[in-house]
């Protein structure tokens, strides 16, 4: 019972702060709303026994990127007239809900597998152990992934130099 | 949840008992238990709301004993007497210093993004009350062992660098703004080597739990990770806008930094979550690097707390002893020198624990004998990093550049922040 009003109440609390992101005139506020969604995504990760990746998403998306985005709204000019809309509405809404579609497809039409109750404290027992299990698929089955993504990040280092020295 | 981590936690069992009269999923207590049979999941609750309610207090109780201790001690060291009119020795003044801000008018300024503004303060400081729920105080006394401690630590404390965004951009001041664009700058730059000098710690103990990482130290940390621990408490004391990295709040060039525009609770408020902070920081010191709460003769609880006040002890050391640096050298030291020389650690740390380990079941384990030579490379690899990095610096010096960021300094809008 607890579990679904978890589930529900931070769910709607995700989904209400994307919304309100869009729809907030003040820009600065828009992206605390931001953060907010970044953190109900991260209670919801932690529901799901994948403490890890909740902790993970505080880090990089709360901790990194939402400030990378809050740096980015003070220094652009344009940051007084608020939250400008966009052009492409049509398109936007046209992907969004395409993108949408899919994932509610994929979720409702694939068959997941429950855990069978005899098995529960095994589970729990790699939920525990899941950092060492996730650095080690890391490192010796997706090696190359994990460095092709370290390549992306360096090209995109060595680009905002560029772009800083010019 | 798994409820294992409850069954090994003293105060949660013993809390417990008294209301339901058997520990949590174990045997029977010797007194009757409080609550009627069938209502257990109530003393659940209680209990660990009690002991949420211990750490919360503790937390305030700690910084305003932390602010006398402060004042008094740099008033030692400046050789004047500190506070001493306010009951014994003094020992009221913090009590009579927050009477004092509960009592002054709380000022919104003219412009001002009220509830960001109000915000402000409460982020900044739920983190730094959070990071106390993983932090064990003695064998059994935690709230809670996660098993990514470690990261949770970093990531809730990374909050904070919001908090004073908000506070910083909410009140519409130049130089509140200027504080915070600081702050941000100062904590994302020294975030990093704080980070990856823990990973040296991760290597060694192969867990993220800070119960593991206290019960993997047959010989402290310090000992073993001299290079983390250097680099650990520069990073702190810069996360925590101590001097000298105090330039977030540089009264003496940008008045008071992000909180100039508040006043009365919320101004108490930042107060606390600063000085709270420092408290918590040494408990992660102590945690990581001090063998946490073991220690011989006295019982657990009161070696942690020894140790949190040598790290406390420290701080105001420094504060007292050192000037401010400037934000060019602040940020220039974090990047060129720290950056490199965390991953030095991970580096020297990683290679000595891989000849010097012995294989058993898939996992890398090192003796007493072993870990003393990891911390004997690592001290020598350290020494050889200072005088490689000083002997850099006295070539660069000469070069003629450093009379041109002089100049810098006496730019008072604080330009070199925005370029």
């Given at each position: 019972?607890?579990?679904?009003?978890?589930?529900?109440?931070?769910?709607?609390?995700?989904?209400?702060?994307?919304?309100?992101?869009?729809?907030?005139?003040?820009?600065?506020?828009?992206?605390?709303?931001?953060?907010?969604?970044?953190?109900?995504?991260?209670?919801?990760?932690?529901?799901?026994?994948?403490?890890?990746?909740?902790?993970?998403?505080?880090?990089?998306?709360?901790?990194?990127?939402?400030?990378?985005?809050?740096?980015?709204?003070?220094?652009?000019?344009?940051?007084?007239?608020?939250?400008?809309?966009?052009?492409?509405?049509?398109?936007?809404?046209?992907?969004?809900?395409?993108?949408?579609?899919?994932?509610?497809?994929?979720?409702?039409?694939?068959?997941?597998?429950?855990?069978?109750?005899?098995?529960?404290?095994?589970?729990?027992?790699?939920?525990?152990?899941?950092?060492?299990?996730?650095?080690?698929?890391?490192?010796?089955?997706?090696?190359?992934?994990?460095?092709?993504?370290?390549?992306?990040?360096?090209?995109?280092?060595?680009?905002?130099?560029?772009?800083?020295?010019? | 949840?798994?409820?294992?981590?409850?069954?090994?936690?003293?105060?949660?069992?013993?809390?417990?008992?008294?209301?339901?009269?058997?520990?949590?999923?174990?045997?029977?207590?010797?007194?009757?238990?409080?609550?009627?049979?069938?209502?257990?999941?109530?003393?659940?609750?209680?209990?660990?709301?009690?002991?949420?309610?211990?750490?919360?207090?503790?937390?305030?109780?700690?910084?305003?004993?932390?602010?006398?201790?402060?004042?008094?001690?740099?008033?030692?060291?400046?050789?004047?007497?500190?506070?001493?009119?306010?009951?014994?020795?003094?020992?009221?003044?913090?009590?009579?210093?927050?009477?004092?801000?509960?009592?002054?008018?709380?000022?919104?300024?003219?412009?001002?993004?009220?509830?960001?503004?109000?915000?402000?303060?409460?982020?900044?400081?739920?983190?730094?009350?959070?990071?106390?729920?993983?932090?064990?105080?003695?064998?059994?006394?935690?709230?809670?062992?996660?098993?990514?401690?470690?990261?949770?630590?970093?990531?809730?404390?990374?909050?904070?660098?919001?908090?004073?965004?908000?506070?910083?951009?909410?009140?519409?001041?130049?130089?509140?703004?200027?504080?915070?664009?600081?702050?941000?700058?100062?904590?994302?730059?020294?975030?990093?080597?704080?980070?990856?000098?823990?990973?040296?710690?991760?290597?060694?103990?192969?867990?993220?739990?800070?119960?593991?990482?206290?019960?993997?130290?047959?010989?402290?940390?310090?000992?073993?990770?001299?290079?983390?621990?250097?680099?650990?408490?520069?990073?702190?004391?810069?996360?925590?806008?101590?001097?000298?990295?105090?330039i977030?709040?540089?009264?003496?060039?940008?008045?008071?930094?992000?909180?100039?525009?508040?006043?009365?609770?919320?101004?108490?408020?930042?107060?606390?979550?600063?000085?709270?902070?420092?408290?918590?920081?040494?408990?992660?010191?102590?945690?990581?690097?001090?063998?946490?709460?073991?220690?011989?003769?006295?019982?657990?609880?009161?070696?942690?707390?020894?140790?949190?006040?040598?790290?406390?002890?420290?701080?105001?050391?420094?504060?007292?002893?050192?000037?401010r640096l400037r934000v060019d050298q602040v940020?220039g030291?974090?990047?060129?020198?720290?950056?490199?020389?965390?991953?030095?650690?991970?580096?020297?740390?990683?290679?000595?624990?891989?000849?010097?380990?012995?294989?058993?079941?898939?996992?890398?384990?090192?003796?007493?004998?072993?870990?003393?030579?990891?911390?004997?490379?690592?001290?020598?690899?350290?020494?050889?990093?200072?005088?490689?990095?000083?002997?850099?610096?006295?070539?660069?010096?000469?070069?003629?550049?450093?009379?041109?960021i002089l100049?810098s300094e006496?730019?008072?809008?604080?330009?070199e922040?925005?370029?």
């Open positions: 019972m607890i579990q679904e009003l978890t589930f529900w109440g931070f769910g709607s609390f995700v989904l209400i702060c994307s919304f309100l992101v869009i729809h907030t005139r003040n820009i600065f506020r828009a992206a605390l709303m931001l953060v907010a969604s970044f953190l109900g995504v991260a209670v919801l990760f932690v529901m799901l026994r994948a403490e890890f990746l909740g902790v993970i998403q505080i880090l990089v998306y709360v901790g990194a990127i939402a400030i990378l985005i809050i740096f980015g709204i003070v220094m652009t000019r344009d940051s007084e007239q608020g939250n400008l809309p966009s052009g492409n509405t049509f398109f936007g809404a046209f992907v969004g809900t395409a993108v949408g579609l899919l994932i509610a497809i994929t979720a409702v039409n694939t068959t997941w597998e429950l855990i069978p109750s005899e098995s529960v404290l095994h589970f729990q027992k790699l939920a525990n152990d899941s950092p060492q299990i996730i650095g080690g698929l890391l490192l010796n089955q997706f090696m190359l992934p994990f460095e092709l993504v370290s390549v992306v990040l360096l090209a995109a280092i060595i680009g905002a130099l560029a772009v800083v020295r010019d | 949840m798994s409820g294992s981590f409850l069954e090994s936690n003293v105060i949660f069992q013993e809390i417990y008992c008294v209301l339901a009269g058997s520990k949590y999923a174990g045997e029977s207590c010797s007194a009757q238990g409080l609550l009627p049979v069938g209502y257990d999941w109530i003393g659940f609750f209680i209990a660990g709301f009690a002991i949420m309610f211990i750490l919360a207090n503790a937390f305030m109780l700690g910084a305003a004993v932390f602010v006398y201790s402060e004042r008094r001690l740099l008033g030692k060291f400046q050789l004047r007497t500190g506070p001493n009119r306010v009951g014994p020795f003094g020992l009221l003044q913090p009590i009579a210093d927050i009477l004092k801000l509960l009592m002054k008018e709380d000022i919104v300024p003219n412009g001002a993004d009220k509830p960001v503004h109000t915000l402000a303060p409460i982020v900044m400081l739920a983190p730094a009350i959070l990071v106390t729920a993983v932090i064990p105080f003695g064998s059994g006394y935690f709230l809670t062992d996660l098993n990514v401690g470690l990261l949770y630590i970093v990531a809730v404390s990374g909050m904070i660098t919001i908090a004073i965004f908000m506070a910083g951009w909410s009140c519409n001041n130049r130089y509140a703004l200027f504080g915070s664009m600081r702050g941000v700058a100062q904590l994302i730059s020294y975030e990093l080597p704080m980070v990856f000098s823990m990973v040296g710690i991760l290597i060694l103990t192969g867990s993220l739990s800070l119960i593991d990482v206290v019960n993997a130290q047959d010989i402290p940390f310090i000992l073993v990770q001299p290079m983390a621990f250097v680099i650990f408490l520069i990073g702190t004391s810069a996360e925590l806008n101590r001097t000298p990295f105090d977030v709040e540089a009264e003496s060039e940008i008045i008071a930094g992000y909180h100039t525009e508040y006043s009365g609770i919320k101004f108490a408020l930042f107060q606390a979550a600063e000085m709270g902070s420092i408290l918590v920081s040494g408990a992660v010191v102590a945690t990581l690097f001090l063998k946490g709460w073991e220690g011989p003769f006295l019982p657990g609880p009161i070696w942690f707390l020894i140790k949190v006040y040598g790290f406390v002890f420290l701080m105001i050391w420094v504060r007292a002893t050192l000037p940020m030291f974090a990047w060129k020198f720290l950056l490199p020389l965390s991953l030095v650690n991970i580096f020297v740390t990683g290679a000595s624990v891989f000849i010097l380990g012995d294989m058993e079941n898939g996992v890398r384990v090192l003796d007493s004998v072993d870990l003393l030579l990891v911390g004997a490379i690592n001290l020598l690899s350290l020494i050889a990093c200072l005088v490689l990095a000083g002997f850099f610096m006295k070539t660069k010096a000469s070069g003629g550049r450093s009379r041109e100049v006496f730019d008072p809008a604080g330009r922040v925005l370029t």
